[in-house]
């Protein structure tokens, strides 16, 4: 019985921790210059709207290369992130930088809108500290299960290391459940025997 117990645990935690196993962290390492729009990797389409298109930061963009490679929507408007696939999808985090490092670096506030499947939409505001370099932010629990999310209309600023997951299959929820009653019901028959 006790090593049953121990069993179902650890496939309990690897069912809550999969969904962060899966996630996928959108780095822009191996861009530079411009980027065309939309632009898929790993699994997710950003798309910049009204026929503007992005700008990748490399090491030799000197005053303007935040220590990683970012992206940069070139008009400032609107950056839409999607599932290749269409599917839903998690958002947890990504990292900002002010547009340029040069003159100029202020504090900029941009505003994450969710859209589920059903049409609703989540918002949350976000602010740079206004120096130039990346900052992480996290997002809350409410960007879950998204069809779409946009960001960053009006504002210059540089993105990196995207990190969202797909949302788990129904089927794969299910075969996991009929997994673990095929082994409770092992159990107690090897238990009763």
């Known amino acids: 019985m006790k090593r049953t117990t121990i069993l179902l645990g650890m496939l309990t935690c690897v069912f809550l921790l999969s969904p962060l196993a899966d996630a996928t962290t959108l780095t822009f390492d191996s861009l530079a210059g411009d980027v065309d729009s939309p632009y898929t990797e790993g699994g997710f389409t950003l798309t910049a709207t009204e026929d503007s298109s992005f700008f990748a930061f490399e090491p030799s963009d000197v005053f303007d290369y935040t220590g990683s490679g970012a992206l940069i929507n070139q008009y400032s408007t609107a950056t839409f992130l999607t599932a290749a696939d269409g599917s839903l999808f998690n958002l947890a985090a990504i990292d900002l930088s002010e547009g340029?490092?040069?003159?100029?670096?202020?504090?900029?506030?941009?505003?994450?809108?969710?859209?589920?499947?059903?049409?609703?939409?989540?918002?949350?505001?976000?602010?740079?500290?206004?120096?130039?370099?990346?900052?992480?932010?996290?997002?809350n629990d409410d960007f879950t299960g998204l069809?779409?999310?946009?960001?960053?209309?009006?504002?210059?600023?540089?993105?990196?290391?995207?990190?969202?997951?797909?949302?788990?299959?129904?089927?794969?929820?299910?075969?996991?459940?009929m997994g673990l009653v095929a082994l409770t019901g092992a159990s107690r028959r090897v238990k009763n025997k």
Not at 161 to 172: F, H
């Open 147 to 177: 069809a779409s999310v946009s960001f960053g209309d009006g504002e210059y600023l540089q993105f990196d290391n995207i990190v969202a997951n797909p949302v788990p299959e129904p089927a794969g929820i299910l075969l996991l459940g």
């Open 100 to 139: 340029y490092g040069g003159d100029g670096v202020y504090e900029t506030s941009i505003t994450f809108i969710g859209m589920y499947g059903d049409g609703s939409t989540v918002s949350q505001d976000v602010t740079t500290d206004g120096s130039f370099g990346n900052e992480t932010f996290f997002f």
